[in-house]
């Protein structure tokens, strides 16, 4: 059995039969495909159109999606890899795991900032405007990427500074711990994956319940941003099984020992797959602005085809 992982995602690579293989992998391409167009549709939206330039909600929201973009590409292409090229080089292999634990650790950060952002304009609807300025949106997106590569390029530094350069130059499967096989490595990551899970789960429950606090007597739009809250703690809970991907993957190894890979599969469809198309029906399909101009951009793109 060999398994490649990103940031303890799956992508399996098994003995299967012809048939079975093809078929995983068509089924991972058609989703992967069909979710990009949709992101890439979205993302097409909000560049077009000037009102969601002037919105921080919808400016983390595409911070997000590009974010689902980047993730979904390399996801699929490690998969289709694992089955094919199942070798590269080092250093290629190390651009890759670098820019999927980037993007992969930038969602649960975006997704606490997008809920925070939804208590300021649910709880605090008077200071929104002050408090949520393009300016310090785009200074938080900023602080985003600082948090996620002070995690991430300490994992390249220490094997840098502790490799021959001659393993930079090897064949690997591709996987982080294949990369980054220094053990304190995984002791960094254990103790930065348990900070960030505590922050944006204390951050997810706060703003949930204060939110729910005020719509018993507020708005529709409050009780809509409570619904939207959820979402988020259920996209995050599937982002977040990520991070203990090791340990269910011994769980699953002992409860389905002979049908382990179909189990690899399943569990990269649900952490992996799942996830990055919620964020598509949270903003594009449930938010009445996006929806109607994401609409008359598909009823345009069918009309000219």
Not at 19 to 36: L, M, P, R
């Amino acid at each position: 059995m060999n398994v490649s992982s990103v940031n303890g995602t799956v992508v399996g690579r098994s003995p299967d039969s012809l048939t079975k293989a093809v078929t995983k992998n068509v089924i991972v391409v058609v989703i992967g495909i069909s979710i990009n167009y949709i992101n890439a549709s979205l993302i097409h939206t909000f560049r077009k159109h000037q009102i969601f330039y002037m919105n921080p909600r919808y400016i983390l929201f595409i911070h997000l999606v590009v974010n689902d973009t980047i993730q979904m590409m390399l996801s699929v292409m490690l998969f289709v890899i694992s089955y094919t090229i199942y070798k590269i080089n080092v250093s290629i292999c190390c651009v890759f795991i670098l820019i999927a634990l980037l993007t992969t650790e930038n969602s649960p950060l975006n997704l606490a900032c997008m809920a925070v952002e939804c208590y300021i304009a649910i709880c605090v609807p008077l200071r929104h405007v002050q408090i949520c300025t393009i300016k310090r949106t785009l200074m938080l997106i900023g602080l985003i990427w600082v948090t996620t590569m002070l995690s991430v390029l300490p994992d390249l530094f220490i094997t840098l500074a502790t490799q021959p350069l001659g393993f930079f130059h090897s064949q690997v499967f591709c996987l982080r711990q294949t990369v980054f096989p220094n053990p304190i490595i995984i002791k960094k990551r254990d103790i930065t994956y348990s900070v960030f899970l505590v922050i944006v789960w204390i951050t997810i429950f706060y703003t949930y319940f204060k939110i729910l606090f005020t719509a018993k007597t507020a708005s529709k739009d409050a009780k809509k941003a409570r619904n939207t809250i959820l979402l988020h703690g259920f996209q995050l809970l599937l982002c977040m099984t990520t991070y203990v991907g090791p340990q269910l993957l011994d769980v699953l190894q002992q409860w389905f020992p002979k049908d382990y890979t179909d189990s690899l599969f399943a569990y990269y469809v649900i952490v992996q797959v799942l996830p990055r198309s919620i964020s598509p029906m949270i903003y594009g399909i449930r938010d009445n602005t996006f929806r109607k101009y994401l609409k008359s951009y598909l009823l345009c793109r069918f009309r000219m085809q």
